[in-house]
């Protein structure tokens, strides 16, 4: 049995799903988030116990969406504000959450900044993940790979891969030792504060490595409670507009477009179009 895990935007924001697949038919969708946050960039990994597990990327209340950056609605920011990983089990028929998740395991920057997640259980049946993170912002933007380990109930210290810098949207490949333990494929162009393109006509050299990561001692063990989800498509947070009142119709800013002009009561609009009191149209 083949399990396939993806995002879609099918309910009106970033969602995650899952999938199985027997060799000849696909299974039914397993919905493993609905929150108005954005979740995308999946990884799944199935353990000893045939539990699947799936991670992913978080970005926030309405990523992506249009909104000012002098909003104070959730999502108002840059697209790559911040980044979380997010974790679920689909076992038993049902999706429950790991309350023992890695975040516990991170500080500084690294409490804003952890994506692009890979899962692979190693021979012991341990959790190998490995992410994506934003280290450093000057001169260049610089991320590196960083690697743990879910080995019974405990999260290692994430650990950076050597030579592993680069642009954020890298991603590792993941396999599994005959031996035991994970390899580690990546690429990185080796840039640093001090080593940087000389313009931009001649960018850094990208190269190939691998690491090995040693198998943990025992199975991965999580805290699992069931995971509470709300009802797909339910809207996050929507951005305070301006009104005005012109004549009997209130219209919010921004969104009242001209239909037409007429001889008396006429004014420009701020898109520089001709729009009457009668005429103004409500959008949203």
Known sequence: MAWISWDSYRNGNYDGFLRSYDGTKAGGLIPMTTESTAQFHSTVAVDGMDRVWVAWDDGGENWGKDFSRASSAPGSRELHYSRTPGMRVYAGGRVEEVMNGVARKFSGRMQRYAELPHLVFDQKGALCLVFRHWTGTKPNEICHFYVTRLSGGEWLEPYRLASS????????????????GVTIGYSSDGRSPTNVPRDQMHALHYNVYVSEWEAGTQPASANLVAAQLPAPGTA??????????VGASATRSCWAIATGTGPTGSSKGKMGADYTRSDSKRFG
Do not use: E, F, Y
């Not at 810098?165 to 035991?180: I, V």
């Not at 996050?236 to 009142?245: K, L, Y």
């Open 165 to 180: 810098s680069g642009r954020n949207s890298q991603h590792a490949s993941l396999a599994l030792k005959p031996g035991g």
């Open 236 to 245: 996050g947070p929507r951005r305070a507009r301006q009104t005005m009142t």
